[in-house]
């Protein structure tokens, strides 16, 4: 009988299959039970979960089956070759969540700071490529401390390879990144790959370079939640796609994402029995949408009306306000709502609006989530800083990204539609399947009081009185060109109809296209604007 790792082995002259087995099930205990008590106290005391914890509240109870456990590293100098734990630092495997297949790596902190190694990567390698194989969501739960130095170069491959295959998986299998630890130096650009970021407030943090590194450098003091915290990337860099107060939280909103995406780009997002009347009317729209279009109302209270039991998914809430994407269903089915927020900057878009919006429609698009366009939109954000930013460029990256979608595709005008921002905002001209309009819609090239200026200009000027000139030529362009049927008159409207019966026109349709079926040109990809 010998000691290995504290673990009793029997001889291979003297063990039985009794005496195996028992060995196992120490080997396993070993390896479930982690580095010590005192390193599960420490991650605790730190208020973070340990990463079997974390898989529990993920997945559902008693579905996860481990990959790899007893995997440990063969690296030697610094002292690595009198430390090998069994996993190696993280957790990898598969389960279930709502009954669907998903797999998951976790990093685990106590061993090694969650440091990756070549052992470490080449576990992850593999999950990520079963997860491949097998169309189904990857999650990782994020919790390292960035390569392992004693590892040197090998471990710096490894992330190379997490990063092809980050690539490689993009728009085939949704992919989840939770950060619930530090995230420094190359170990960022992973969750960046991904469709979706979570953080967690106070105990997760992502930079290239950290505070020490920015304070040598630039002279710039600044913490790390400062400069990489859930709420800077959350609501500054857009960076993060959702930001929570603890990890219980967190994890239970990565269930319900999961809950209302597909499994892979070849299946469609789960329907759900649905309670709510599909031909429920939709009467307060009709007081919460103000005539005028210069008022200002809370777009976010217009889908929370129109989805299923007012429940919805908003992405990248805090960031770029002036537009809302979000996740939610219609009659059951999952939809990607895209909106306009009068409530900031008057709806506009601008740089940040057509970034957010042009990667969330690409998202539903892989996806095969229909996408459906609230428009109330006074066109793009006008600004010397906003030209040089590159607002063309930017904005071409949402047009391309609706021209390039193939999913069902609906826009609804609820009031304003100006310029370039109508045609941007899956206007009928760009390939939307259905267009509709309520009463109080406008469409034009620009405001009345603008177009009225430039066209009448000499008129106005030469009037004995101005002012009242360009009041009457103001209602006369009004009357000539921005009538509520004007679009509808020459096909560019599919119909204009009662706010009141929104939902129902939406579903119909959305029945209707579900079928939809539609082939881009044969290309290996396109080039689309940066």
């Not at 909103?253 to 789960?270: A, G």
């Not at 129902?504 to 349709?509: C, D, F, G, R, T």
Request: glycine share 10%; net charge negative; charged share 20%.
């Amino acid at each position: 009988m010998t000691v290995v790792n504290d673990i009793p082995r029997a001889s291979a002259e003297t063990a039985d299959a009794y005496g195996r087995v028992a060995e196992l099930h120490a080997v396993r205990a070993q390896a479930l039970a982690g580095p010590s008590e005192r390193a599960t106290e420490a991650q605790h005391a730190k208020g973070k979960l340990t990463a079997r914890e974390r898989i529990a509240l993920l997945l559902d109870e008693g579905s996860f089956s481990e990959v790899e456990q007893l995997r440990r590293h063969r690296a030697t100098g610094f002292g690595l070759e009198d430390k090998r734990p069994y996993t190696d630092g993280v957790i990898t495997g598969w389960g279930t969540v709502e009954g669907r297949t998903v797999f998951v790596y976790a990093h685990d902190f106590r061993i090694f700071g969650g440091a990756l190694g070549e052992a470490h990567a080449t576990k992850i390698h593999k999950i990520m490529d079963m997860a491949i194989s097998a169309g189904a969501p990857l999650v990782s739960l994020n919790d390292g401390a960035g390569a392992r130095i004693q590892e040197g170069v090998s471990a710096l491959a490894g992330y190379g390879g997490i990063f092809q295959r980050n690539t490689r998986a993009s728009g085939v299998i949704p992919q989840i990144s939770v950060m619930l630890g530090p995230c420094a130096g190359g170990a960022a650009y992973s969750p960046a790959l991904t469709d979706f970021v979570f953080m967690v407030r106070e105990t997760s943090q992502m930079f290239i370079t950290g505070p020490d590194v920015v304070r040598a450098v630039t002279g710039e003091e600044i913490t790390q939640n400062g400069l990489g915290g859930a709420d800077v990337h959350a609501g500054t860099s857009g960076v993060a796609h959702f930001a929570y107060d603890d990890e219980e939280t967190c994890i239970a909103e990565v269930r319900y994402l999961l809950s209302m995406l597909p499994q892979n780009n070849r299946e469609y997002p789960p329907c759900v029995p649905c309670t709510d009347p599909q031909t429920r009317r939709t009467e307060v729209l009709l007081d919460l949408v103000p005539a005028d279009g210069n008022r200002p109302y809370d777009m976010a209270k217009v889908i929370e009306e129109l989805v299923d039991d007012g429940d919805y998914l908003e992405v990248h809430e805090r960031w770029a306000r002036n537009i809302i994407c979000a996740l939610g269903r219609l009659g059951g089915q999952v939809v990607a709502l895209v909106a306009n927020q009068p409530q900031s900057l008057a709806g506009v878009l601008d740089i940040e609006a057509s970034e957010k919006a042009a990667r969330f429609v690409q998202m539903c698009d892989a996806f095969n989530i229909p996408i459906i366009t609230l428009l109330d939109v006074p066109g793009f954000l006008p600004g010397v800083d906003q030209e040089h930013g590159g607002i063309i460029r930017h904005g071409a990256k949402l047009l391309y990204a609706y021209c390039n979608a193939t999913v069902p595709r609906i826009s609804l005008i609820l009031r304003k539609a100006y310029g370039g921002a109508y045609i941007v905002m899956d206007s009928q001209s760009i390939g939307a399947d259905l267009t509709y309009a309520w009463p109080t819609n406008e469409i034009a090239v620009m405001g009345a009081e603008g177009a009225a200026n430039v066209i009448f200009r000499r008129q106005i000027a030469e009037a004995e009185d101005p002012e009242a000139m360009r009041e009457r030529m103001v209602k006369e362009y009004k009357s000539e060109l921005m009538h509520p049927y004007y679009a509808a008159e020459r096909g560019l409207v599919d119909d204009v109809i009662d706010p009141a019966q929104t939902r129902e026109v939406l579903i119909n349709s959305l029945a209707m296209l579900r079928s939809k079926h539609a082939d881009l040109p044969s290309r290996k990809h396109g080039n689309p604007p940066q």
